[in-house]
């Protein structure tokens, strides 16, 4: 089953939201603005704590949206997510397709040439690129990429690739430009979630 990922793929990060009602009013604007994809990021919370919330927030969204889990392969089956997506750090591509099966997404960070390569031979249904400009969701990001690392992205897979890292309605439009399918975005997405989601839809159209 391919996924078609939409343009714009906005992540709700836990460590912006001083309260989990203040998580789930932000994850109602987005939807409310259309956006066909979420992504719950804690990595600072408890398991309760990331299953109490993943699961309000799946409640939430019910078949509005996709629905991605970030790290937890094991949390994303409990709270009935869509996906999961993991990163260098957390479990292997593979180890996640065991927890999740088969019918659920999954999705891999990389952040540079060999990393994409390696996860491009994985099962990952789409492959994360970046960070592309410098990022302060991050306490040790890795290095920049730049649009040149988008269009290296590009060309070594034919999986969806997701840009991610300091991505702004002034930049974006530059990033699919140079080949990624989608735009993952926190910051920029977190001062008026609605309005915000609509003017990257007028600008990534």
């Not at 719950?40 to 699961?55: C, I, P, T, V």
């Not at 040439?113 to 969701?137: K, W």
């Not at 070594?156 to 990624?180: E, H, L, M, W, Y």
Request: glycine share 8%; proline share 4%.
């Amino acid at each position: 089953m391919n996924l078609l990922l939409p343009r714009l793929y906005p992540i709700l990060d836990r460590g912006y939201f001083a309260d989990g009602g203040r998580l789930l009013a932000a994850a109602e604007e987005l939807l409310a603005a259309g956006v066909t994809v979420l992504q719950y990021r804690n990595k600072n919370g408890s398991a309760r704590q990331m299953l109490d919330e993943a699961m309000q927030l799946r409640a939430l969204i019910q078949n509005r949206a996709q629905f991605f889990m970030n790290d937890r392969a094991d949390l994303a089956v409990a709270a009935g997510c869509d996906g999961v997506h993991v990163g260098q750090d957390d479990l292997s591509p593979e180890g996640a397709r065991r927890v999740i099966g088969n019918q659920m997404w999954l999705g891999v960070s990389t952040h540079n040439p060999e990393q994409l390569r390696l996860a491009d031979a994985t099962s990952a249904d789409y492959l994360a690129i970046g960070p592309v400009f410098q990022t302060s969701s991050k306490e040790k990001p890795d290095p920049v990429v730049g649009l040149e690392g988008v269009r290296l992205a590009r060309s070594q897979t034919r999986k969806p690739v997701v840009a991610i890292g300091g991505i702004t309605r002034a930049n974006a439009r530059s990033v699919i430009d140079a080949g990624a399918d989608s735009v993952a975005v926190i910051a920029n997405l977190l001062h008026n979630p609605r309005k915000s989601a609509e003017e990257f839809f007028r600008i990534l159209r």
